[in-house]
Every structure is written in C-alpha cells, then in structure tokens.
C-alpha cells in the first residue's frame, strides 16, 4: 500500500462549505497525485504534485486547489463545495524507487448535500 | 485526444468459464499500460504493467498482453474470489508520469 492514508475516510458537508482532505504518505516519493472517482467515468486526475511547493494541474482541476508544505502531505481543498464534487476521491503515489507504478490510498468518500 | 476504453463494461461467468477483458488506447505516447483490480469500498490494487507490444505478464488466473493499440486481461478458469472490477490505465509519455483510466470492466463470477 506505499504506506498511503487518507482522512477523512468518509464526510458529509453542506454546499459551499469548503473542504479539505489529506493524504500522508511514508515513502518520502516526490509525486503525489489526487483522483476522483465517479460511476461511469473511471478515476480521473484533479491535481498531481512533483515537489514540495511544486503542483500542475489534471483534467478535472476546475473547483479544487491542492497544497504541499511538505513532502508527506498532499492536500486537496475545495474551497467552496457543490453536489457536483460528491464523490470518492483517491490519493496515489508511485511505488517506492520507480515513477511509473502507482498505489493508491482507502480513498475519502465525499458527500456535499 | 489521449483515450482509454475498456469492454465488456460488466461480465458475468460460471466458475471455471475463461474469458478475456479488452482494454483500447489512444494516446500520444505511451510510457505503459496499467491494470488494476478493484473491491467494492476500497482503492485500486496493482496488478500489471506493460510497456511495450509483445509483452505479457501473468499472475495466477490473470495473463496480461499488449500490442500497440489494445491490452488484453485474460482470466483462466476463474473463481468466485476473482470478482471485482479491473482498471486499465495508460501513462503517458511526459515528465508528469500520470495516468489515464478506462471507466472499467466489472466481473462476476458464479458458483
């Protein structure tokens, strides 16, 4: 499991209240990369990181920023959360020594009613 | 535009019924090709990685190809235990080393 947690593993919050979800990892890799989940779209990248204070852009970025002060700690905030963004979101990172292999996080599944 | 599709989207088998998952990729330059195992309620689990046309990989039940459109997940034989939902996934060929997923194949094996 590249030593990967996620938390919260479960939240349930209100439209327009922001949000933010952690993932901590204890491979000491450069990369970090944040998905979501949804019925019928596979996982789709938000965000990904290759470095302390070094993050791009994935295909679905629109509504979520992401922050990293550390190298173990990947953050993913919305800042202000729509029933669109209800989903499961995955953290992954690659297997210790390689970039390619990815393994991901239990996941956080996100409600916003 | 880079591209992944997987089918059947769900199959079901009687245990001991082979079968094969088809996974077809366009993509600009590909780095390799994933594939994943997924229960309900959890992350996806590494299976394989291919990088190149010809190549195979095999596990148990599961044997991997690759040519240089499609992958292919044959399952031999399988068992109640294998069903899950299997992801395929591309990495691409820039310095970013992310991935592109196919939306899945679920599969459900019968006693």
């Known amino acids: 499991d590249a030593g990967i947690t996620q938390s919260p593993r479960h939240k349930v919050t209100e439209t327009g209240t922001p949000v933010t979800l952690r993932c901590h990892q204890t491979?000491?890799?450069?990369?970090m990369y944040w998905y979501r989940q949804d019925p019928g779209h596979g996982l789709r990248l938000i965000h990904y990181?290759?470095?302390?204070?070094?993050?791009d852009k994935g295909e679905v970025s629109d509504g979520y920023s992401v922050s990293r002060s550390k190298t173990e700690d990947f953050l993913l905030t919305l800042e202000s959360a729509t029933s669109s963004q209800t989903s499961v979101y995955f953290c992954?990172?690659?297997?210790?020594?390689?970039?390619?292999?990815?393994?991901f996080g239990p996941g956080t599944r996100l409600t916003v009613l | 535009e880079d591209q992944v599709t997987q089918s059947p989207e769900a199959l079901r088998l009687q245990e001991g019924e082979s079968s094969s998952l088809n996974c077809s990729y366009t993509?600009?330059?590909?780095?390799?090709l994933f594939w994943y195992r997924q229960d309900p309620g959890k992350g996806p689990e590494f299976l394989f990685t291919?990088?190149?046309a010809g190549e195979e990989k095999e596990k148990e039940r599961l044997k991997a190809t690759l040519t240089k459109k499609e992958s292919f997940l044959h399952i031999t034989a399988p068992k109640p235990e294998d069903s899950a939902t299997y992801l395929c996934?591309?990495?691409?060929?820039?310095?970013?080393?992310?991935?592109?997923f196919g939306s899945g194949t679920r599969l459900l094996v019968r006693p």
């Open positions: 990181s290759y470095g302390v204070k070094d993050t």
């Open positions: 993509v600009s330059g590909l780095r390799g």
């Open positions: 291919l990088y190149s």
């Open positions: 992954a990172v690659p297997r210790a020594g390689s970039n390619n292999e990815q393994f």
């Open positions: 996934a591309v990495q691409l060929g820039d310095s970013s080393y992310k991935l592109i």
């Open positions: 491979e000491n890799h450069r990369y």
